[in-house]
């Protein structure tokens, strides 16, 4: 069956701190990939996504690239600022079935300090 | 785009009483989902509805819960004779209807069973 593994957390970094959360993932055919984030008191939402392999994709200085070799989907930013303080999803979605419904990671809570 | 709404954010029960969630997903949507999330895991996926049909059903989904979407618009929830273990945030999302997208999730419904 479809699923997702992340890196155990919780994750507690400094402002401008490099950030990587892993991300992988098994799967029957070519999924999508997505990163959803859910901040606190708010619905999960889309970070990004990424549809084929060596796609990358990006928001709000977040990336992902889909590497198929590896079956990962690492998270990365640069320098985190502390308004990144959430809980991060990965999951994936199977095209071609009948619906795009989401299999999720359990996610991780990263912590920005000022 | 007034986006997912979720009614009640919260409920309390008691052991053994029936409980009902509504949805409302964004208008134009015709595919809708349930999912469960419980602390410190993602969403599981629990149900799926394109339009008023309800597509498929998770094995989470035992036979106390019951779920409708009349005229492929709102959505209900229904947990009959409840019990500790279905403690749990109750999340609805909704979406176009084109694979590989992403969904748009509400703010959840918190179930707590006592």
């Known amino acids: 069956g479809n699923s997702v593994t992340q890196m155990e957390g919780p994750v507690t970094l400094s402002e401008e701190a490099f950030l990587t959360i892993n991300c992988t993932y098994t799967a029957t055919g070519y999924p999508s990939l997505f990163w959803y984030v859910q901040y606190p008191g708010e619905g999960l939402q889309l970070l990004l996504k990424a549809t084929k392999a060596d796609d990358k994709g990006s928001n709000k200085g977040f990336e992902a690239t889909y590497r198929k070799e590896t079956t990962s989907f690492h998270l990365e930013k640069g320098s985190v600022q502390v308004s990144d303080s959430a809980v991060y999803f990965c999951a994936l979605s199977v095209p071609g079935g009948a619906n795009s419904k989401l299999t999720f990671g359990k996610g991780i809570t990263l912590s920005v300090r000022p | 785009d007034t986006g997912v709404s979720q009614d009640p954010r919260h409920k309390i029960t008691k052991r053994g009483q029936n409980v009902t969630f509504r949805c409302d997903p964004i208008s134009e949507h015709n595919r809708l989902y349930w999912y469960r999330q419980t602390l410190g895991q993602g969403p599981e996926f629990l149900t799926y509805f394109q339009n008023e049909a309800q597509l498929e059903k998770s094995r989470l989904l035992s036979d106390r819960f019951s779920a409708e979407r009349p005229k492929g618009s709102f959505s209900t929830l229904e947990i009959q004779r409840t019990e500790q273990g279905d403690s749990a945030m109750y999340l609805c999302?909704?979406?176009?209807?084109?694979?590989?997208?992403?969904?748009?999730f509400g703010s959840g419904t918190q179930l707590s069973v006592l």
């Open positions: 999302a909704s979406s176009p209807g084109l694979d590989g997208e992403k969904l748009f």
